[in-house]
């Protein structure tokens, strides 16, 4: 799981600095719930633990390793094979298959489609969109996709899974669906989802307020 120390952050030297100091060890196997103000850096937090965004002070571990001196191939690298990221509003490419879309995060793990292909089904199936499966998202509704979005990042069975809003713009059924899909995720991995969603922050094992 991840683990952040002495963690700061700023877009830019004449910025505001995020989280100033922050230390914190997520849990596996539990759901954590990352919620504070507006532009408190929910989302940047989010964007550092999945290694998209390097932190200005402070480290990230992942499974105790330090992963500071990682070079960006191979923080992508560990990003693909140990981490799921659910994006907001599941920023699907509209180009692409939903099939394809779920197929995709294994196939920069490095699996075959092969070997992804039958997982990706199953996973639609679940969903109830498995006969849209060679449609593109924009011919599902905005929940179905932010479902779909659940997929991909469970595809590669990862050790931590990150959501960003996941329950933003969703009614309460597809945001049921959704908390559903990440709660069964959490068998396996650690869950933590940036939230101002009343209901996920009470649903949550733990809450990270920044
Ligand atoms: N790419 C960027 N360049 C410069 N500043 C940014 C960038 N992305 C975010 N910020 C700023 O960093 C701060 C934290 O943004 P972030 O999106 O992480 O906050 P948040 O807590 O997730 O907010 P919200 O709840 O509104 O989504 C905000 O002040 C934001 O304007």
């Not at 094979?81 to 394809?100: E, M, N, Y």
Request: net charge negative.
């Amino acid at each position: 799981m991840i683990a952040v120390e002495a963690l700061a952050f700023q877009y830019s030297s004449d910025g505001d600095e995020l989280f100033r100091d922050l230390d914190h060890a997520f849990t596996p196997g539990k759901v954590t719930a990352v919620t504070g103000a507006s532009g408190r850096g929910k989302s940047t937090l989010l964007y550092i633990m999945g290694l998209m965004l390097r932190p200005t002070r402070g480290r990230v571990l992942v499974d105790g390793v330090d992963t500071t001196d990682h070079t960006d191939t191979e923080l992508s690298a560990l990003r693909a094979r140990t981490i799921g990221f659910v994006f907001q509003d599941a920023a699907l490419d509209p180009t692409r298959s939903l099939l394809d879309a779920v197929v995709e995060p294994a196939l920069y793990a490095g699996r075959g489609r092969a070997d992804a292909e039958p997982r990706a089904r199953e996973l639609l199936a679940e969903l109830g969109v498995a006969h849209r499966i060679d449609g593109r998202p924009g011919q599902i509704s905005g929940g179905q996709a932010q479902r779909v979005a659940v997929c991909r990042a469970l595809i590669n069975d990862p050790r931590v899974i990150l959501a960003d809003e996941p329950t933003g713009n969703l009614d309460q059924d597809n945001s049921r669906e959704v908390l559903r899909m990440l709660r069964a995720g959490a068998d396996r991995a650690g869950v933590v989802i940036a939230t101002h969603d009343p209901f996920v922050i009470d649903w949550a094992d733990e809450v990270l307020q920044l």
